[in-house]
């Protein structure tokens, strides 16, 4: 079941510029997590925020979380063309104590232009 | 390097044949995943394993099968009753422990059908 939904489906923004992704989901979670993949690769691990947080920072990333919305964001400052890639959004909704099933989004597909 | 390998980069299935898609990780993590990539679309849930000789069923398990009779591997087998198999597969582990835990990504193989 897909649970987390990306606004918007593609981007295309400047170099240098802000890019501002979004995720919304339906059923209350533990944690909420982005991931990038660039073209026929596999994907990455970006940053990960608690379902008590509300904010979080990783360099030129900044996630913001807001359950009451059950939503969340994903803004890359200061763009670059290596941030060229489909991000998404990845919720765990499992039970505390139960296997992580982490249940994936359909992206954000960024495109940096020089 | 430690990481998770996956091969082959592609592969071809004839119709009706079984084909095996290989995932070996060196990361000493307890939790292995299989995840389905359509074109444009987020990853899927096919199978998950938390423990050796153990795995359950994701979302879309039917026509596919799985062994965890190694702590580092977790090959899937696409068979012959999974009727439209050409995708992008990828396979993940995690480290359970350290929940929450965040997902280390193979490469991933394309299969498509001949």
């Known amino acids: 079941s897909q649970q987390g939904e990306e606004d918007p489906q593609a981007l295309s923004i400047q170099e240098g510029e802000n890019a501002t992704m979004n995720c919304s989901y339906k059923t209350s979670i533990n944690n909420l997590q982005w991931y990038r993949q660039n073209s026929g690769r596999g994907l990455v691990h970006l940053i990960l925020i608690r379902s008590n947080e509300r904010e979080k920072h990783s360099g030129r990333l900044r996630v913001t979380l807001d359950t009451s919305k059950k939503s969340s964001s994903l803004l890359i400052t200061a763009s670059r063309a290596a941030d060229t890639a489909s991000y998404f959004c990845?919720?765990?909704?499992?039970?505390?104590?139960?296997?992580?099933?982490?249940?994936f989004g359909q992206g954000t597909r960024l495109t940096i232009n020089p | 390097d430690g990481g998770i390998t996956q091969s082959p980069k592609y592969l071809f299935r004839k119709e009706g044949q079984n084909v095996t898609l290989s995932c070996e990780q060196n990361?000493?993590?307890?939790?292995m995943y299989w995840y389905r990539q359509d074109p444009g679309q987020g990853l899927r849930l096919i199978y998950y394993?938390?423990?050796?000789?153990?795995?359950q069923k994701g979302d879309i398990a039917e026509g596919y099968s799985v062994s965890r009779e190694k702590k580092e591997s977790f090959p899937l087998t696409v068979t012959s009753a999974q009727k439209n198999p050409t995708a992008f597969y990828l396979c993940a582990s995690s480290y359970r422990k350290a929940y929450p835990e965040k997902l280390f990504f193979g490469s991933g193989t394309q299969l498509s059908v001949l």
């Open positions: 990845a919720t765990d909704p499992s039970p505390l104590q139960g296997a992580q099933k982490l249940v």
């Open positions: 990361l000493n993590h307890d939790a």
């Open positions: 394993s938390q423990i050796v000789n153990d795995f």
